[in-house]
């Protein structure tokens, strides 16, 4: 009798047993089904042998219930061969979950130095990996499209509960809402990396699981790309409180990132060279930009007999700016101005990057060294307004 297990006849066919039933599909590398009882679809297996040790090793790849019986050997056959390569490359004797991957990342951004992104990543696996038990405990090897599609619906469909509402637990706190696209985004980035980055150590062969399934949804962060004209911002400026009109205006003189600009120190200025160091923000490392005259007058205006660890730019009561604190009076500010809806305030930032390409000319690299950003990210969202500059000097070349 025949012990071939690739047709659903012939493994009907086989005698049940404790010792798996063996096809050879390249030297070293055999692919096996173990059917212990009558009518069972059995267990299906990889057996690996290293050429130089000899030694033999065993992988299980499940029952594979889910796919045809027709098509259960070229499914097995699929997953063994990727474990094969696996193997062959040096990779892991147990393979890595999901859950395993994201703790390493999180290891890797700590060894370099990156406490603030590893804080953030952990946050986010802890919130949305690691109680998802049977996607977390899912080996790299059998990590399949499906399976990350399943684990990004979920995840869109969880709603998002204030800090404040989780310590509140009252029958006025603020509902939940529902996640927006650009959070799924950040959340979708983070394992997107834990996943490549084991890739890239050998922990699995190939992207294919997550390559399409945990791409970004496109416009997410429709609302950060609000324009507003100087007229605006001064209307902006003019209705917002006091010192939240010192920080926007700091906003629509610097390109910077809210959170950098809130973060920054009086020390962080130097009146002398007209110079102001960015240190917490994307960007990584700090970073220093020369100043214009008006900008560099301004600054010293507000530091003057000022402590040098003061924020640069203070609320009323000292404390610096953070989201929460300019939210809703920023809004406000921005409903009396008769401004668009969802303007906030990164509008500033992207409103500053425009007009510094698209009536002040300076060139890309500049305004990302400035902005603290990648030239890629410039042209990809800048890309435009550089296409409307070439148009307009291709027209100078008519004769």
């Known amino acids: 009798m025949s012990d071939r297990?690739?047709?659903?006849?012939?493994?009907?066919?086989?005698k049940p047993r404790h010792g798996p039933y063996w096809q050879r599909i390249r030297k070293g590398c055999y692919l096996g089904l173990r059917k212990?009882?009558?009518?069972?679809?059995?267990?299906?297996?990889?057996?690996?042998?290293?050429?130089?040790?000899?030694?033999?090793?065993?992988?299980?790849?499940?029952?594979?219930?889910?796919?045809?019986?027709?098509?259960?050997?070229?499914?097995?056959k699929t997953l063994a061969e990727k474990w094969f390569d696996h193997r062959g490359a040096g990779g892991r004797e147990k393979p890595l979950t999901v859950w395993d991957a994201c703790e390493r990342y999180v290891k890797h951004l700590r060894d370099a130095g990156r406490d603030k992104t590893a804080d953030d990543a952990q946050g986010r696996f802890k919130r949305w990996v690691e109680p998802d038990t049977k996607f977390a405990k899912t080996v790299l090897l059998k990590l399949t499209p499906t399976a990350l599609d399943d684990w990004r619906r979920r995840l869109a469909r969880e709603t998002v509960r204030s800090t404040k509402n989780k310590v509140n637990q009252n029958a006025d706190a603020t509902p939940p809402k529902a996640r927006s696209a650009s959070a799924l985004n950040r959340d979708m980035t983070a394992l997107r990396a834990a996943l490549n980055l084991a890739l890239e150590n050998g922990h699995t062969t190939s992207d294919h699981a997550w390559r399409a399934k945990l791409r970004p949804v496109k416009d997410a962060d429709g609302r950060r790309n609000i324009y507003l004209d100087a007229k605006q911002r001064r209307a902006l400026i003019a209705k917002a409180p006091a010192d939240l009109a010192v920080f926007l205006r700091a906003l629509s003189l610097l390109p910077l990132r809210p959170g950098a600009m809130a973060a920054l120190r009086v020390a962080d200025f130097d009146a002398r060279?007209?110079?102001?160091?960015?240190?917490?923000?994307?960007?990584?490392s700090d970073r220093r930009i020369g100043l214009?005259?008006?900008?560099?007058?301004?600054?010293?205006?507000?530091?003057?007999?000022?402590?040098?660890?003061?924020?640069?730019?203070?609320?009323?009561?000292?404390?610096?700016?953070?989201?929460?604190?300019?939210?809703?009076?920023?809004?406000?500010?921005?409903?009396?101005?008769?401004?668009?809806?969802?303007?906030?305030?990164?509008?500033?930032?992207?409103?500053?990057?425009?007009?510094?390409?698209?009536l002040h000319r300076l060139d890309t690299m500049t305004v990302a060294q400035i902005a603290g950003t990648s030239l890629v990210m410039i042209e990809k969202n800048y890309g435009h307004l550089l296409r409307e500059h070439a148009k307009a000097a291709l027209a100078g070349l008519a004769l």
């Open 5 to 14: 297990i690739d047709t659903v006849r012939a493994r009907e066919a086989l």
């Open 273 to 284: 060279l007209a110079t102001l160091t960015i240190g917490k923000d994307k960007a990584g």
């Open 292 to 358: 214009p005259k008006a900008t560099a007058d301004f600054l010293a205006e507000g530091t003057a007999n000022r402590a040098q660890e003061a924020p640069l730019f203070p609320r009323a009561d000292g404390t610096p700016w953070n989201k929460d604190a300019w939210k809703k009076p920023l809004k406000q500010a921005a409903k009396d101005a008769g401004l668009p809806d969802g303007t906030v305030a990164y509008a500033l930032r992207h409103s500053a990057i425009t007009d510094l390409i698209a």
């Open 36 to 76: 212990t009882t009558a009518g069972a679809a059995g267990v299906w297996l990889a057996r690996h042998r290293d050429e130089e040790s000899g030694k033999q090793t065993l992988h299980s790849l499940g029952h594979l219930d889910d796919v045809a019986p027709a098509d259960r050997f070229d499914a097995a």
